[in-house]
Each structure stands twice: as C-alpha cells, then as structure tokens.
C-alpha cells in the first residue's frame, strides 16, 4: 500500500463548488481507498492505495465529477506519493516557516508545470515576498506585518494559476504529520 495525499485546488472557495469532506471521505471510501482521512475543509485527503498515482488522480477526478456538483475547470486535483511531500519538507529553504509570527509562509504546489515555468507569474516585492523554487513547489513567504503590501495575490491574474494550489505552511506540515502516521 502507497499513501497518497490528494490536494484539490477550487473546492470550497468563496461558497463555489461545496464538498463536504465527510461524504468526500464516504465516496473515497466507497470507491475501495483505504485509511482516507480528510484535513480541513479546503480539500486535503490522505487515503492508501496500491494504485498508480496517475490512476488514483484519474479515479479522483471522475469521482469528484460525478459525485459533486462542481465546477471541472476550476477544480484540479494534485497526487502526491508521500516521498514527495517528504521532499516538499526536507527540501524547504534555510529558515523558512521557523518564524509565524514575523513571517507567513506558504507553499504552493505545482500541477503540470515546472518551477522554472511558475517563476514569471511572481513579482515578489522588495522587502515583503520572497520566493524559492522547489521540485514540484514554491515557496512563498511575505512579511506579516506588510501582508497588506505583498504581491503574493497578482499571481491570481496570470493562467499558470490554474495549475497551482496553496497550502499554507502549518497545513504542509500537518499533512506531513498526517501522512507520516
């Protein structure tokens, strides 16, 4: 059996495209997937399998389409192998996420695109963002007290947000938790 942590991008957002994460679990369940845990509602699952991962997202995705009433465009799902979480952790950059309270650190997970391609949708501002490539991931962090003044947002204009999904670094981390279990 392979843990798998799912992140779904679109589900729960602004009252759009409504999955509540108990059925989720019911109909991950229904469909065979073993151990499945559900964290917070914004649509994060770890569920075991002995799938492929391109199957496990293929079944996720005909299971949330015919499921739910979801908007398919704006809805992607992302299947990572709990290695590759691992590697998310691992490989984060010196110090980032050791500081909440002065900073707030993301990470937002790629979907089909690489880093180098992601990078161009960032402007980060001097003194506010930074960001940091990572395989399959990029970092982001934005200091809190200048939050109102980061570029983080912009990113929500260019179409490579479409393949992007954020999690914040305290959730990362708890899915890490989570999958380690």
């Known amino acids: 059996m392979t843990r798998f942590i799912i992140l779904a991008r679109g589900l729960n957002v602004g009252g759009k495209n409504p999955v509540p994460m108990a059925r989720w679990r019911a109909s991950l369940e229904s469909m065979g997937y073993t151990d499945v845990v559900t964290y917070i509602a914004s649509g994060n699952v770890l569920l075991e399998s002995t799938e492929s991962t391109a199957r496990v997202k293929e079944r996720v995705d005909e299971g949330l389409a015919a499921e739910f009433d979801i908007d398919d465009e704006n809805v992607k799902v992302l299947v990572l192998r709990r290695t590759q979480l691992k590697g998310v952790i691992e490989n984060k950059p010196a110090g980032f996420g050791e500081e909440p309270t002065l900073y707030h650190s993301d990470a937002i997970f790629l979907m089909g695109i690489t880093a180098a391609d992601a990078l161009p949708a960032f402007n980060p501002r001097e003194g506010v963002d930074r960001v940091w490539p990572g395989k399959g991931v ?5 200091l809190s007290a200048e939050r109102t003044k980061s570029r983080l947002s912009t990113i929500v204009a260019s179409p490579l947000y479409r393949s ?16 380690k279990a």
Do not use: D, G
Request: net charge positive; glycine share 0%; charged share 25%.
């Open 138 to 142: 990029i970092y982001s962090r934005r």
């Open 164 to 179: 992007m999904t954020i999690r914040s670094w305290s959730t990362t981390q708890k899915l890490w938790e989570l999958a």
